[in-house]
Protein backbone atom coordinates (compact mmCIF):
# COMPACT_ATOMS: atom_id res chain seq x y z
CA UNK A 1 0.00 0.00 0.00
CA UNK A 2 1.23 3.10 -0.76
CA UNK A 3 1.90 6.26 1.78
CA UNK A 4 1.42 9.61 1.89
CA UNK A 5 2.66 11.19 -1.32
CA UNK A 6 3.49 15.17 -0.96
CA UNK A 7 4.93 17.09 -4.35
CA UNK A 8 7.01 18.54 -5.19
CA UNK A 9 9.80 17.59 -2.31
CA UNK A 10 11.82 20.65 -2.95
CA UNK A 11 10.52 24.38 -3.75
CA UNK A 12 12.66 27.61 -3.75
CA UNK A 13 9.92 30.52 -4.05
CA UNK A 14 10.97 34.42 -3.97
CA UNK A 15 8.83 36.99 -1.71
CA UNK A 16 5.57 38.05 -3.11
CA UNK A 17 5.37 34.93 -5.16
CA UNK A 18 2.30 31.94 -4.37
CA UNK A 19 2.66 28.00 -4.44
CA UNK A 20 0.61 25.13 -4.33
CA UNK A 21 1.56 22.60 -2.27
CA UNK A 22 0.03 18.89 -3.08
CA UNK A 23 -0.89 15.92 -1.08
CA UNK A 24 -2.34 12.32 -2.15
CA UNK A 25 -3.24 10.61 1.14
CA UNK A 26 -3.43 6.57 1.51
CA UNK A 27 -5.92 4.88 -0.71
CA UNK A 28 -8.78 4.72 1.46
CA UNK A 29 -8.22 7.47 3.74
CA UNK A 30 -10.34 10.54 3.55
CA UNK A 31 -8.99 12.78 6.13
CA UNK A 32 -5.56 15.24 5.05
CA UNK A 33 -4.26 17.39 7.72
CA UNK A 34 -2.18 20.10 6.89
CA UNK A 35 1.21 20.82 9.18
CA UNK A 36 4.14 23.52 9.30
CA UNK A 37 7.12 22.15 10.75
CA UNK A 38 10.06 24.62 11.65
CA UNK A 39 12.99 24.30 13.57
CA UNK A 40 11.52 26.81 16.55
CA UNK A 41 8.20 26.12 16.52
CA UNK A 42 7.80 22.32 15.97
CA UNK A 43 4.69 21.40 14.24
CA UNK A 44 1.89 23.88 13.81
CA UNK A 45 -1.25 22.79 12.39
CA UNK A 46 -2.55 24.18 9.93
CA UNK A 47 -6.04 23.13 8.28
CA UNK A 48 -8.08 19.54 8.13
CA UNK A 49 -10.10 18.80 5.56
CA UNK A 50 -12.70 15.71 5.36
CA UNK A 51 -14.94 14.92 2.29
CA UNK A 52 -13.84 17.83 0.75
CA UNK A 53 -15.18 20.01 3.75
CA UNK A 54 -12.67 21.46 5.51
CA UNK A 55 -13.16 20.74 8.99
CA UNK A 56 -10.42 22.45 11.42
CA UNK A 57 -8.23 25.83 10.95
CA UNK A 58 -5.21 26.50 12.72
CA UNK A 59 -3.94 29.93 13.88
CA UNK A 60 -2.41 31.32 10.55
CA UNK A 61 -2.65 33.82 8.24
CA UNK A 62 -5.59 33.79 4.79
CA UNK A 63 -2.51 33.75 3.40
CA UNK A 64 -2.98 30.11 3.51
CA UNK A 65 -5.74 28.24 1.93
CA UNK A 66 -6.51 24.43 1.24
CA UNK A 67 -9.02 22.52 -0.44
CA UNK A 68 -9.45 18.86 -0.81
CA UNK A 69 -11.09 16.82 -3.83
CA UNK A 70 -13.76 14.07 -4.51
CA UNK A 71 -10.87 12.10 -4.73
CA UNK A 72 -9.94 12.90 -1.15
CA UNK A 73 -6.14 14.49 -2.36
CA UNK A 74 -5.64 17.75 -1.66
CA UNK A 75 -3.37 21.14 -2.04
CA UNK A 76 -2.46 23.91 0.01
CA UNK A 77 -1.87 27.25 -1.50
CA UNK A 78 0.41 30.16 0.30
CA UNK A 79 0.14 33.39 -1.41
CA UNK A 80 2.23 36.48 -1.62
CA UNK A 81 5.25 34.60 -0.10
CA UNK A 82 6.99 35.39 3.08
CA UNK A 83 10.60 35.16 4.04
CA UNK A 84 8.62 33.53 7.32
CA UNK A 85 6.75 30.67 5.42
CA UNK A 86 9.98 28.87 4.55
CA UNK A 87 9.39 25.96 6.45
CA UNK A 88 8.55 22.24 5.76
CA UNK A 89 4.87 21.12 4.93
CA UNK A 90 3.96 17.78 6.20
CA UNK A 91 0.64 16.10 5.01
CA UNK A 92 -1.21 13.11 7.11
CA UNK A 93 -4.14 11.14 6.40
CA UNK A 94 -6.34 9.42 8.33
CA UNK A 95 -9.39 7.10 7.56
CA UNK A 96 -11.57 9.60 8.92
CA UNK A 97 -11.17 11.77 12.16
CA UNK A 98 -14.29 10.17 14.03
CA UNK A 99 -11.74 7.76 16.26
CA UNK A 100 -10.16 9.29 19.13
CA UNK A 101 -7.27 6.73 18.99
CA UNK A 102 -7.32 7.48 14.94
CA UNK A 103 -2.93 7.63 14.14
CA UNK A 104 -1.88 9.80 11.60
CA UNK A 105 -0.49 9.10 8.52
CA UNK A 106 2.48 11.35 7.38
CA UNK A 107 4.01 12.48 4.18
CA UNK A 108 7.73 13.23 4.03
CA UNK A 109 6.93 16.86 3.31
CA UNK A 110 7.71 19.47 0.92
CA UNK A 111 10.48 21.82 1.91
CA UNK A 112 9.69 25.51 1.13
CA UNK A 113 12.71 28.21 0.73
CA UNK A 114 11.84 31.85 0.41
CA UNK A 115 14.07 33.80 -0.82
CA UNK B 1 -3.19 28.67 26.16
CA UNK B 2 -1.66 25.33 24.55
CA UNK B 3 1.37 24.35 25.91
CA UNK B 4 3.33 20.86 25.53
CA UNK B 5 7.09 20.72 26.54
CA UNK B 6 9.87 18.34 25.99
CA UNK B 7 13.34 18.37 26.58
CA UNK B 8 15.06 19.71 22.95
CA UNK B 9 18.08 17.37 23.37
CA UNK B 10 19.07 13.83 24.81
CA UNK B 11 21.66 11.64 24.29
CA UNK B 12 22.11 8.01 25.70
CA UNK B 13 24.54 5.05 24.84
CA UNK B 14 23.88 2.14 22.86
CA UNK B 15 22.07 -0.99 24.68
CA UNK B 16 20.83 1.45 27.52
CA UNK B 17 17.33 2.59 28.83
CA UNK B 18 15.88 6.68 27.97
CA UNK B 19 12.75 8.21 29.22
CA UNK B 20 12.06 11.16 27.62
CA UNK B 21 9.61 13.40 29.40
CA UNK B 22 6.35 15.52 28.23
CA UNK B 23 4.43 17.75 29.98
CA UNK B 24 0.96 19.47 28.75
CA UNK B 25 -1.04 22.47 29.27
CA UNK B 26 -4.05 22.23 26.81
CA UNK B 27 -7.76 23.62 27.17
CA UNK B 28 -9.03 19.99 26.69
CA UNK B 29 -7.95 16.51 26.52
CA UNK B 30 -8.76 13.48 23.99
CA UNK B 31 -5.36 11.79 23.63
CA UNK B 32 -1.52 11.82 23.97
CA UNK B 33 0.39 10.78 20.84
CA UNK B 34 4.29 10.01 20.39
CA UNK B 35 5.66 10.22 17.21
CA UNK B 36 9.29 10.00 15.61
CA UNK B 37 10.89 11.55 12.98
CA UNK B 38 14.51 10.33 11.25
CA UNK B 39 15.89 13.79 10.11
CA UNK B 40 14.03 14.07 6.50
CA UNK B 41 11.89 12.08 6.98
CA UNK B 42 8.07 11.44 7.61
CA UNK B 43 7.03 11.66 11.98
CA UNK B 44 5.99 7.90 12.51
CA UNK B 45 3.81 6.87 14.83
CA UNK B 46 4.78 5.03 17.94
CA UNK B 47 2.35 4.90 20.74
CA UNK B 48 -1.41 6.65 21.68
CA UNK B 49 -2.65 6.85 25.58
CA UNK B 50 -6.13 8.40 26.65
CA UNK B 51 -6.24 6.61 30.18
CA UNK B 52 -3.47 6.77 32.77
CA UNK B 53 -1.13 4.34 33.15
CA UNK B 54 1.54 2.57 30.99
CA UNK B 55 1.01 0.97 27.32
CA UNK B 56 4.25 -1.27 26.24
CA UNK B 57 4.84 -2.08 22.57
CA UNK B 58 7.66 -4.05 22.23
CA UNK B 59 11.19 -1.89 22.90
CA UNK B 60 8.98 1.55 23.69
CA UNK B 61 6.90 2.26 26.29
CA UNK B 62 4.79 5.62 27.19
CA UNK B 63 3.02 6.58 30.24
CA UNK B 64 0.44 9.17 30.99
CA UNK B 65 -0.70 10.84 34.05
CA UNK B 66 -4.05 13.41 33.24
CA UNK B 67 -4.02 14.48 36.61
CA UNK B 68 -0.44 15.47 36.33
CA UNK B 69 -0.35 16.41 32.67
CA UNK B 70 2.57 14.31 32.41
CA UNK B 71 3.63 11.31 30.24
CA UNK B 72 6.78 9.94 28.43
CA UNK B 73 8.28 7.71 26.27
CA UNK B 74 10.67 4.77 27.46
CA UNK B 75 13.30 3.27 24.69
CA UNK B 76 15.20 -0.06 26.20
CA UNK B 77 17.72 -1.54 24.89
CA UNK B 78 18.50 1.43 22.56
CA UNK B 79 20.07 0.62 19.18
CA UNK B 80 21.89 3.24 16.75
CA UNK B 81 18.61 3.98 14.63
CA UNK B 82 16.83 5.10 17.56
CA UNK B 83 18.81 8.24 17.10
CA UNK B 84 16.06 10.47 15.79
CA UNK B 85 13.91 13.08 16.85
CA UNK B 86 10.50 12.05 19.09
CA UNK B 87 7.49 14.21 19.20
CA UNK B 88 4.86 14.11 21.85
CA UNK B 89 1.08 15.27 20.90
CA UNK B 90 -2.09 15.86 22.20
CA UNK B 91 -5.46 15.71 20.67
CA UNK B 92 -7.00 18.43 22.74
CA UNK B 93 -10.93 18.93 21.26
CA UNK B 94 -13.29 15.48 21.29
CA UNK B 95 -15.29 15.08 18.31
CA UNK B 96 -14.34 14.45 14.71
CA UNK B 97 -10.85 16.03 14.44
CA UNK B 98 -7.56 14.99 13.74
CA UNK B 99 -6.26 18.52 14.61
CA UNK B 100 -3.00 17.96 16.96
CA UNK B 101 -0.87 20.11 19.14
CA UNK B 102 2.67 18.91 19.03
CA UNK B 103 6.00 19.90 21.25
CA UNK B 104 8.88 21.09 19.26
CA UNK B 105 10.19 17.96 19.54
CA UNK B 106 13.43 15.66 21.52
CA UNK B 107 16.67 14.98 19.88
CA UNK B 108 17.73 12.25 20.94
CA UNK B 109 21.48 10.79 20.00
CA UNK B 110 22.34 7.88 20.65
CA UNK B 111 26.47 7.03 20.76
CA UNK B 112 28.27 3.37 20.60
Known amino acids: KAGVTQTPRYLIKTRGQQVTLSCSPISGHRSVSWYQQTPGQGLQFLFE???????NKGNFPGRFSGRQFSNSRSEMNVSTLELGDSALYLC??????????????FGSGTQLSVL | GQNIDQPTEMTATEGAIVQINCTYQTSGFNGLFWYQQHAGEAPTFLSYNVLDGLEEKGRFSSFLSRSKGYSYLLLKELQMKDSASYLCAVRDQGGATNKLIFGTGTLLAVQP
Open chain 1, 49 to 55: YFSETQR
Open chain 1, 92 to 105: ASSRSPRQANEKLF
